[in-house]
């Protein structure tokens, strides 16, 4: 059966959900290759709420695993809030060019991402995030960058315009995934 998934930001003391992301309500699918796509408004919602603001993210699998409380993040939504779409939600992943994740010192320039034939690219942020890939369908199956998949789960991702505002001493990851 596919797996589906919402993106959360996790209270960074207790590790529990305390915002996330519907897909549905921004007119996407469910599964994570439904919707990791660049300009994708339901992931650049979500990028603006990490704008300057660097915060601890997973995209939580309904197939990941449980947490210590014996739900997974996904069930632990339910007590979060949801963010709504906005009009410029369309816009902004391509006007969000870094990711940047605070703990590993690493950022990744969304320009550099790989296009498809048909000129689609994947949006790196659900797969570097992502808690429960290869238990479902709809699932990021490909070797090209597997080895970033879920890597940067649960820690503090910001996003950025600049260049200038990555810091001097992160270094630059290309995950290169493609399917």
Not at 90 to 105: E, Q, R, S, W
Not at 122 to 143: A, F, K, M
Request: hydrophobic share 30%; net charge neutral.
């Amino acid at each position: 059966m596919g797996q589906y998934y919402r993106p959360m930001i996790l209270d960074s003391k207790k590790g529990t959900p305390v915002i996330f992301a519907y897909s549905h309500d921004f007119g996407c699918g469910l599964k994570l290759m439904e919707h990791s796509w660049m300009l994708n408004g339901f992931v650049g919602a979500f990028e603006k709420m990490l704008v300057n603001n660097p915060q601890p993210v997973v995209w939580g699998g309904d197939y990941a695993d449980e947490e210590p409380n014996g739900e997974n993040l996904y069930s632990m939504c339910e007590k979060a809030n949801k963010i709504s779409p906005s009009e410029d939600a369309k816009a902004l992943p391509k006007k969000f060019k870094y990711l940047i994740n605070h703990d590993k010192k690493v950022f990744v320039d969304k320009t550099k991402t790989p296009s498809a034939n048909d000129g689609w690219q994947i949006h790196p942020l659900p797969l570097l995030t992502c808690e429960g890939n290869l238990r479902g369908g709809g699932d990021y199956r490909s070797d090209n960058g597997a080895n970033y998949v879920g890597s940067w789960s649960r820690d503090k991702i910001g996003v950025t315009t600049k260049k200038s505002d990555i810091p001097k001493d992160f270094k630059e990851i290309i995950p290169n995934f493609s399917e």
